[in-house]
């Protein structure tokens, strides 16, 4: 048994589906940035790394990288609190560029509601946002999302850059956590 096994309910998004919708996303988004020269794509570390990494490989206009840590602080590792703050900053400039923030999930929405308040305070040229999961049900703040991989339920989610208690960011496929095995 691998360790990450007795942790697994379910496989939910195996990985030729993963990078099948990666791809698409990409593609989209090398369409719609066709006329852009100056696309800077912001990940969101930790968990958006994956999903930045294969993105960025079928993204066809030039574009730059930089990474923005954030963290909730607050409440359990499970629960938002809805408090945020910054563990690293970007190295690159915003203003007057344009944007494309690079997400693993969206739950309640306060992460990314703190990052856009952010970024849009240094006053971008446009300022968009990818994620590559999104748990609708569970949103307690509005977030415009301009490219989503896929709608889950509300079900607690790991791999291809989430984690299990810090673990497991590596597997490349999405699994559900097995109820009680943590
Ligand atoms: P939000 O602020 O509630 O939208 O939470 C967003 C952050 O919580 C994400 O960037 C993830 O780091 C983490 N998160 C939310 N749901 C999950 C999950 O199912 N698995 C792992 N991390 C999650
Ligand atoms: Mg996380």
């Not at 999302?145 to 999405?174: C, H, S, T």
């Amino acid at each position: 048994m691998l360790p990450y096994e007795k942790y697994l309910a379910e496989v939910l998004i195996d990985e030729t589906t993963l990078q099948k919708r990666v791809a698409e996303l990409g593609q989209q988004i090398s369409q719609d940035y066709a006329a852009c020269n100056d696309l800077l794509m912001i990940c969101v570390l930790k968990g958006g790394i994956m999903f930045l990494v294969d993105i960025t490989r079928h993204i066809t206009v030039p574009h730059e990288i930089d990474f923005l840590a954030v963290s909730s602080y607050g409440k359990g590792a499970r629960e938002t609190s809805g408090k945020v703050r910054i563990d690293m900053d970007l190295t690159a400039e915003v203003t007057d560029r344009h944007v494309l923030i690079v997400e693993d999930i969206i739950d309640s929405g306060h992460t990314l509601r703190f990052v856009m308040d952010l970024l849009s305070a240094r006053r971008p040229a446009s300022l968009k946002l990818c994620t590559l999961l999104n748990k609708p049900t569970k949103r307690q703040v509005d977030i415009p999302i301009d490219y989503v991989g896929f709608d889950i339920e509300n079900k607690f989610v790991f791999g291809y850059g989430l984690d299990l208690d810090e673990k497991f960011r590596n597997l490349p496929f999405i699994g559900v956590v097995k109820p009680d095995s943590i």
